[in-house]
């Protein structure tokens, strides 16, 4: 015979097993035993931790995961743009152009100058990722140095 009640659905399975782990976080944290105050009673903490539970678990229940992640994204966007200006894009394009010729530049010339075969070639690939590091944090404190003291006040006082 075929089964006549429904399989549970993921997204309930997946808030119970919230609730429970939220809940079992809220016994803990609420036991925990502290220096200034006593630990709080069993008979404090499992009504805490099941409303806290609960609540994560209608949550879970009531938006889709896909939901609570657009509506980060949405919120996170929201506020990138409230924070950051057309100075702040055009300024990081131009580092991360400077950065790719710095590094550019060094790599093609270590690997250009190779030689001793495949152990030279680990050689200049070692070298290569020191010096890269090495100048692309020189040349971001010197463009950080010209944008904050030359660019900045140009771009942002106009």
Request: hydrophobic content about 50%; glycine content about 6%; overall charge positive.
């Amino acid at each position: 015979m075929k089964r006549t009640h429904p399989r549970p659905q993921p997204r309930r399975l997946a808030a119970f097993a919230v609730a429970l782990v939220s809940g079992a976080a809220v016994w803990i944290v609420s036991t925990w035993p502290s220096r200034d105050a006593p630990s709080a009673s069993l008979g404090e903490a499992i009504p805490l931790a099941l409303a806290v539970g609960t609540i994560w678990a209608l949550r879970w229940i009531t938006e889709s995961p896909r939901q609570v992640v657009y509506r980060q994204l949405f919120s996170y966007f929201q506020r990138a743009q409230a924070l950051l200006g057309a100075p702040d894009f055009w300024f990081g394009l131009m580092k991360s152009c400077c950065f790719a010729c710095v590094i550019g530049t060094i790599a093609c010339d270590r690997g250009l100058n190779t030689t001793d075969g495949a152990e030279g070639v680990g050689r200049s690939t070692t070298q290569t990722v020191v010096l890269c590091v090495v100048f692309t944090l020189i040349a971001n404190l010197l463009l950080n140095a010209v944008i904050n003291q030359v660019l900045l006040p140009v771009f942002v006082d106009a």
